[in-house]
Structure formats: C-alpha cells, structure tokens
Nanobody, 115 residues
Framework: VQLVESGGGLVQSGGSLRLSCVVS????????VTWARQAPGKALEWVSA???????FYGESVRGRATISRDIAKSTVYLQIDSLKPEDTAVYFC??????????RGQGTQVIVSS
C-alpha cells in the first residue's frame, strides 16, 4: 500500500489549490481515503474523506470551501480547497481508511497560505 501526495505550495490568501493523492496497492472503490492536515504545534485535523461508496466527508473548517473527488481509473483522489486562508497552512497528507481509523499514509505535501 502506498499513497503519494502532490500539489502543495505557496499560495496567496483567497487563492485555490488542488492536491492529488495517487494510491497503489488498493482500489478507490474498495477503500476510503482520508485527507488530514497538521500545522506546527496543532492537533491533527481531519479535512475530508472520500468513502468507497462515493460519499464525502468535510471537516468543519473547510466545509463549503473544499471539494473532494476521485478518479478510480487513475487511482487518484483530489482535494481542492478554495478561498484559502492563512490558517489553512499545514502539511496535508492522505491516508487509507476513515477519519480516526486511518492506516497507511503518505509523506504529505506542504501548503503555505500567505496573508
């Protein structure tokens, strides 16, 4: 099982980013993939999840600004966040499994939102 994130970077407040998570070793229609983030000195935060059924979860801090999607054929889960805020600055990673029950995870991708 492997997950590899990409798409992070430096963006101005109000901008958008689309993060990608390419998975291998399992299929997206057979497993849930969760996006989480962690900022320095802060607790891990569940950002979004795409359940194997296609249902979606969004954390309160990004609800209304984030969209999760998947391309099963490409084994890729996407997370787009619009109207980015400085408080969105964190390392974002994707993981196999549901929030609070994740297993394998990727190395993460850094997102920095400048004010």
């Amino acid at each position: 099982v492997q997950l590899v994130e990409s798409g992070g970077g430096l963006v101005q407040s109000g901008g958008s980013l689309r993060l990608s998570c390419v998975v291998s070793g399992f299929t997206l229609d057979g497993s849930t993939v969760t996006w989480a983030r962690q900022a320095p000195g802060k607790a891990l935060e569940w950002v979004s999840a795409m359940y194997r059924s296609g249902s979606e979860f969004y954390g309160e801090s990004v609800r209304g600004r984030a969209t999760i999607s998947r391309d099963i054929a490409k084994s890729t889960v996407y997370l787009q966040i619009d109207s980015l805020k400085p408080e969105d600055t964190a390392v974002y990673f994707c993981a196999k499994g549901v929030p609070y029950g994740i297993g394998a995870r990727g190395q993460g991708t850094q997102v920095i939102v400048s004010s």
